[in-house]
């Protein structure tokens, strides 16, 4: 017999943030301000921030479902952050989105 989940599958968001030039200090606070709260979400599976040796922020997220997503970016410190973004950021983020096609342990759903 062959089950099948109907339980939403995890997504992940990812991408890449360039400072505007004398501007990484800032940007890399608004990014920081973001992480523990971001964590507690609730939804949220993985939120790590990294900074690349160019410069550059690597942003990645992994979310329960799209719904835990979509609240998580309707919070009031997601609508700030993307007020205050453009003014520390060069150019658009790269960023990346994806449904997880490999298991996630289900002890963390």
Do not use: C, I
């Amino acid at each position: 017999m062959t089950t099948t989940s109907t339980a939403p599958a995890p997504v992940s968001l990812y991408g890449f943030l360039t400072p505007k030039p004398g501007h990484a200090d800032e940007l890399r606070k608004l990014l920081m301000d973001l992480v523990e709260p971001s964590r507690g979400h609730e939804g949220s599976l993985l939120y790590h921030l990294h900074e690349q040796e160019d410069g550059r922020f690597f942003l990645y997220e992994v979310w329960r479902s799209q719904e835990d997503l979509n609240r998580h970016n309707a919070t009031p410190l997601l609508l700030a952050f993307m007020d205050e973004l453009p003014e520390h950021m060069e150019g658009e983020p790269e960023a990346y989105f994806g449904v997880m096609r490999s298991p996630y342990p289900a002890s963390a759903l």
